[in-house]
């Protein structure tokens, strides 16, 4: 099995800045992508950004490109998010997931086998 532990969020205020950082444990090997989804109050969870683990490649939602970025550390398993210039619209539960298909970077929730508890991201007006 694989274990995914979320960390990093918080309150911050708009135009404010957060990292996000999700290590993963157990078979790790079995991982080729990892994503981060957030889900809103009343809203469905949807696609952040995702980083294939081999090849680096990445993926980000519309909604977050030029302000959000995704990296990895291999060696110690895990993926960040940097998110700089955040809005209220931001605000969300934060998921870290991972994938073990090793095409590219998926981002229907669904296609992901893994999840973290998610941790709590809240941009003030």
């Known amino acids: 099995q694989v274990q995914l532990v979320e960390s990093g969020g918080g309150l911050v205020q708009t135009g404010g800045s957060l990292r996000l950082s999700c290590a993963a444990s157990?078979?790790?090997?079995?991982?080729?992508?990892m994503g981060w989804f957030r889900q809103a109050p009343g809203k469905e969870r949807e696609f952040v950004a995702g980083v294939n683990w081999s090849s680096g490649s990445t993926r980000y939602a519309d909604s977050v490109k030029g302000r959000f970025t995704i990296s990895r550390d291999n060696p110690k398993n895990t993926v960040y998010l940097q998110m700089n210039s955040l809005k209220p619209e931001d605000t969300a539960v934060y998921y870290c997931a991972g994938d073990r298909n090793p095409f590219g970077v998926r981002t229907w929730s669904l296609n992901y086998d893994y999840w973290g508890q998610g941790t709590q991201v809240t941009v003030s007006s």
């Open positions: 157990g078979r790790t090997f079995s991982i080729a992508a």
